[in-house]
């Protein structure tokens, strides 16, 4: 019953331009059973690093149905402290056992002092930061031997020190690094609210040459001290509306890419996780009808 | 301006005390002030974490009732914060905190239900490995078998109590395959924690049954470890019955193999 630590796998690691569910322990048996059409499955790194048991069984019998995504939450790309070198060894371990097709991580950062404070802090967008990142963002890509994607941020506060952009802040990170982006359409617009902005103007900047994947979510609604809308990244419903325009908007200039749905809390039925990747699935194809459809699959 | 680091540690300090203020540099739109912006990053790690430790301690969260569960965790977040961010293994020092934890006082077994659980936990997440077959040790010559040792399954857990903690447990956990005696409240149990294959099992061990395993795990031979448990037993005047422990350690996937 021991299990190899490099596995051949049969179905190819490369994650189509379809919709994918990021993975549940309570969806598995569902998906083992029902093997639902389904584009890939993206899972927590963190969730995967004890040594054996059931986790790794049922990861390693859902690779071998699906193209994987790799999700990092815990590297704390943006913390003014050395990366973590056993992580990131529990990152390779990882990386080299289930060969997925793509890594992401969080422009974030979760520990400081040794502290790991299990959320994605902001960083504030100065060149210190810019540098830190950089070089972190080397670092994995050297330890992985592979591209990773990082993902814009949402944020409840901002900083006084911050001097550029969030968008100027990844240009230069992916021009500096040679990483690609994830981009969380949720968070574009949690963000936006949150800080009064246009998550439209925010979309059509983007450097969308660069994005790997999108993240989609739900977002639930609250106020500041000021009675102005606030908005929480918590993934515990479905993606709004609002989101769902906004993705569409953006599939216009990224074309087709890997699309996820994030449901982390307050977990549902696999079914209706599986109907939201639908909808994801039909905006992608409706909106690459014609020559490019094909290649959706 | 306020360098990289400087700025991180007063973000963090104030993440784990309600007291402070949000630090400074921190703001929101057109500068307007961030208490509660930054109160959502608060509850974040504390509601986090502690859903964390919720979900590695269901028996004692169930036991005490959310709300208090809830409170606990807030406390014992702050006193034992994650140092690692595999929040898998988050809240080893958690049945000693209870333990140490005035309030509770009067419910002297939760400590040792915590530990269960967090030998559950490892059982769960532990390498996996074949068990010893009944066979291979059939297959050793009977005057050789006092003098083998084991090696443990990696799985493998010995806890002892003075409280019936297997049986209140096996009450609170939805997993089924968890029994302790149902005895008396005031005599102690013995609990085997083991994941021979996929499913953690937790059982009650018999008179002298966790001294012998403990001292097998320990690598005595197994003459000596049997000396171990007639001893434990006649402590408690019963007897020893080193067949029926035997088979209750290679039923139960105690160890992986003869060393």
Redesign the interface.
Known sequence: MSVPHSIERTVAAEVPARAGAGLKAEHVPDILETRPDIGFFEVHAENYMGAGGPPHRHLAAIRDAYPLSLHGVGLSIGADRPLDADHLARLKALDTRYRPGLFSEHLAWSTHDDIYYNDLLPVPYTEAALARVVRHIDQVQQALGRQMLLENPSTYVAFDASTMSELSFLERVVAQSGCGLLLDVNNVYVSAVNHDTSPEAYLDAFPVEHVGEIHLAGHAPDVDDAGRPLLIDAHDREVSDVVWRLYERALVRTGPVPTLIEWDNDIPAWPVLLVEARKADALLASAFEGPSHAALG | ?????E???G??KA??DPSRD?PA??????????????D??RN??VV??GE?LAATYPAVQRLLGEAYFRALAAEYVRAH?????????YGAAFAGFVDAFPPLAGYPYLADVARIEWAWLQ????????PLAPETVAAVAPEQLAGKRFVPH??ACVLSSVHPALTIFGDNREEAGAAGHGGRIDTGEDTLVT?P??DVHVRALPPGGAAFLKALLNGACLGDAAAEGDRAAARLVQEFDLVGNIRGMLSAGVFQKIA
């Open positions: 301006m306020q360098p990289l680091a700025l991180q540690r973000f963090s993440l784990l949000a540099g921190v703001c929101g739109p057109d500068g307007a002030a961030a208490g509660r912006r930054f959502i990053y974040n790690v986090s974490l964390a914060p994650p140092e690692s961010p595999v929040l898998l293994f059982a769960y997440h532990a390498a996996d490995a074949d990696p799985a994941r294959r996929w």
